[in-house]
C-alpha cells in the first residue's frame, strides 16, 4: 500500500507550522526542511482580485514520517496543520477525494521507509505529484505521476 499526502492549497493559511512541526520533529537545521510553505502569487485576476496561493510541498527529505506512521500516529505535518487541509492515506483513498474539489495537490514519496544512521544523514527520496484535474476529468491510472514540480492546474 502505497501512502501520500493530499493538500488542499485553497484553504492554506500560510502559518508555517507544518514547516515548524517537520523541522522540529525531524531536527532538521538551517536551510533544510521537510516540508516548505511556497507562494503562488501574487498576481492580479482583475480590477478587484488577486491571486495568492499558500502552497505546502513535501522536499526531497520527507518520508511521511516513517518512524511515526509506523506507530499508527499522522506525519506531523498533518497533524499540527492549523488550517486542517492535509490529509495522509493510501493514495487509492486520497485519489477519490482529489475527485471531489479542485485547487488540491496529491503527493507521494517514491521510496521505501527512511532508516536514519547514527549520523542522521538525510534519506534521499524522490517526490513525484499526481497532477491536478479539472473537474469531471478522471485519472486513467492512480500510478501515473509526473515530474516534481509539475503538480498545480486548474
Same mark, same amino acid.
Given at each position: 500500500? $502505497?501512502? =501520500?499526502?493530499?493538500?488542499?492549497? %485553497?484553504?492554506?493559511?500560510? !502559518?508555517?507550522s507544518c514547516e515548524i512541526a517537520c523541522k522540529q520533529e525531524h531536527g532538521?537545521?538551517?536551510g533544510k /526542511?521537510?516540508? $516548505? +510553505?511556497?507562494?503562488? =502569487?501574487? /498576481?492580479?485576476?482583475?480590477?478587484? &482580485? +488577486?491571486? /495568492?496561493n499558500k502552497? @505546502? &510541498?513535501?522536499?526531497?527529505?520527507?518520508?511521511?514520517?516513517? %518512524? $511515526? &506512521? #509506523?506507530?499508527?500516529?499522522?506525519?506531523? !505535518?498533518?497533524?499540527?496543520c492549523l488550517a486542517g487541509v492535509m490529509k495522509f492515506g493510501p493514495i487509492d483513498q486520497l485519489v477519490e477525494e482529489l475527485d471531489k474539489k479542485p485547487n488540491q495537490v496529491l503527493s507521494?514519496?517514491?521510496?521505501? @521507509?527512511?532508516? $536514519?544512521?547514527?549520523?542522521?544523514?538525510?534519506?534521499?527520496i524522490a517526490w513525484e505529484s499526481i497532477p491536478l484535474r479539472a473537474p469531471g476529468d478522471t485519472l486513467q491510472r492512480p500510478e501515473?505521476?509526473? #515530474?516534481?514540480g509539475r503538480f498545480m492546474s486548474r
Open positions: 500500500m $502505497r501512502n =501520500g499526502l493530499l493538500i488542499d492549497y %485553497e484553504f492554506c493559511t500560510g !502559518c508555517q532538521f537545521g538551517i /526542511w521537510g516540508i $516548505r +510553505v511556497l507562494d503562488e =502569487g501574487p /498576481w492580479e485576476i482583475d480590477e478587484k &482580485t +488577486v491571486n /495568492w502552497i @505546502p &510541498t513535501p522536499t526531497s527529505l520527507c518520508d511521511l514520517c516513517a %518512524e $511515526r &506512521t #509506523a506507530g499508527g500516529k499522522l506525519p506531523t !505535518c498533518v497533524h499540527h507521494s514519496p517514491d521510496h521505501t @521507509p527512511a532508516r $536514519r544512521s547514527d549520523t542522521h544523514s538525510s534519506p534521499h501515473a505521476l509526473i #515530474a516534481p
